[in-house]
């Protein structure tokens, strides 16, 4: 069985999560799931699941679908986030899609990310250190992204610096809160196309 690509990936969780009317999208639940995986512990798919189907009762075939996608999401998603030589990818749109719909499902993973990060009870500041804390003011920032912006060329640079900024983000948040032992200071400064987020 072929490994299933990450833009079908996208389009069977988004088709999924619609099918029970979810209100989280492909990129906040993988974003929420991410933040539970900063943590010393790897998280439950069954707590995260709930998190992603909160206040929802799905039945019959859309429920197994959404459970089939989301089994699925969560393995893939931890075997890459645990094994180095698999690169992680973000759960968006691909580069097909608008530039504007891109963005939007940047900061939706963000906001997703952040709630993760909080449900995964790790992100204390004053125990982290300060390039974390700065990691995740940036992801703050870049959650409130503008959506409504210019599909030029410049435009295109500074989403994929972002996309690339949230992947090293990610793996760096867990050097310091799931992975405390191997830990290592980071330089980190301000997110790259800044002027892009607003």
Avoid at 43 to 64: H, I, N, S, T
Wanted: charged share 30%; aromatic share 6%.
């Amino acid at each position: 069985m072929m490994p299933m690509k990450d833009h079908e990936r996208y389009l069977t969780v988004t088709a999924a999560l619609e099918g029970v009317e979810a209100t989280v999208s492909a990129p906040e639940a993988q974003g929420m799931l991410c933040g539970l995986f900063c943590a010393p512990e790897a998280p439950e798919a069954a707590r995260w699941m709930a998190q992603v189907l909160d206040g929802l009762a799905p039945k019959g075939e859309p429920a197994r679908e959404i459970l089939e996608a989301l089994t699925e999401l969560y393995h893939d998603t931890r075997e890459r986030l645990e094994n180095d030589t698999l690169e992680f990818d973000l759960l968006l749109p691909d580069d097909e899609a608008e530039l504007s719909a891109r963005a939007r499902a940047l900061g939706q993973w963000c906001e997703g990310f952040l709630y993760g990060l909080g449900l995964a009870g790790t992100h204390d500041p004053a125990r982290l250190p300060k390039e974390a804390n700065e990691l995740v003011n940036d992801l703050t920032e870049i959650a409130r992204i503008d959506d409504d912006i210019e599909a030029d060329e410049d435009g295109e640079i500074a989403y994929t610096e972002l996309v690339e900024y949230l992947r090293a983000a990610l793996l760096l948040m867990r050097e310091h809160t799931a992975l405390p032992s191997s830990a290592r200071p980071v330089e980190s400064g301000t997110a790259p196309g800044s002027d892009f987020l607003h």
